[in-house]
């Protein structure tokens, strides 16, 4: 009778032991997968921050290079053609335009080109077409579904049709003074 009753008081003892040990390694293991969700988190801010960082970094070394190109005299047809080559290659674009406007006349001339033709685009006033458009708002505009015979890009070997375009314009002052066609 005594054997029996220490056999079940050590029965009841080992099985609450496994009962606390249980909840003990459940709690740690609860723990640990809070740890390991704050973790991820913490990582996916930081890669975010990361991203936001290389991007300004990006956008400041394009503005340093367009500032370079601007010191020192010169024409300003020289001037704008190098600035839309250089944004043009910075931002991976095929070709670029860039119209300024001519107080005078109220109309945007094209002023500056990359890979583009001279002579197509003339005397473009404030509201019409696109580039107008995108001056009077003072809204940049990026359109998907450009028509089929917009604009072709020439090679040596063919050419290549535009799918979208992006125009940026260009305030000073609250007055557009350009638009930059990309």
């Not at 003990?24 to 390991?36: H, I, L």
Request: hydrophobic letters at 40%; a positive charge.
């Amino acid at each position: 009778l005594k054997a029996v009753a220490i056999i079940v008081l050590s029965s009841i003892l080992v099985f609450a032991l496994i009962i606390l040990m249980t909840r003990y390694v459940g709690k740690t293991y609860n723990q640990q997968k809070k740890t390991e969700r704050q973790l991820l988190r913490s990582n996916r801010r930081l890669e975010t921050i990361s991203d936001g960082n290389q991007y300004h970094n990006w956008l400041l070394m394009g503005v340093e290079e367009i500032n370079g190109l601007m010191r020192g005299v010169q024409e300003i047809q020289r001037l704008a053609d190098n600035i839309t080559a250089k944004i043009s290659h910075f931002t991976n674009a095929a070709t670029g335009c860039l119209f300024i406007v001519d107080e005078q006349k109220k109309q945007f001339h094209l002023s500056g080109t990359y890979a583009f033709q001279k002579g197509r685009a003339q005397g473009l006033k404030f509201g019409e077409g696109w580039i107008g458009q995108v001056a009077a708002e003072q809204e940049p505009g990026f359109f998907n579904d450009v028509p089929d015979n917009y604009l072709s890009i020439h090679t040596g070997l063919g050419h290549v049709k535009i799918t979208h375009l992006y125009l940026y314009p260009i305030i000073f002052e609250n007055n557009t003074i350009a638009v930059l066609e990309l």
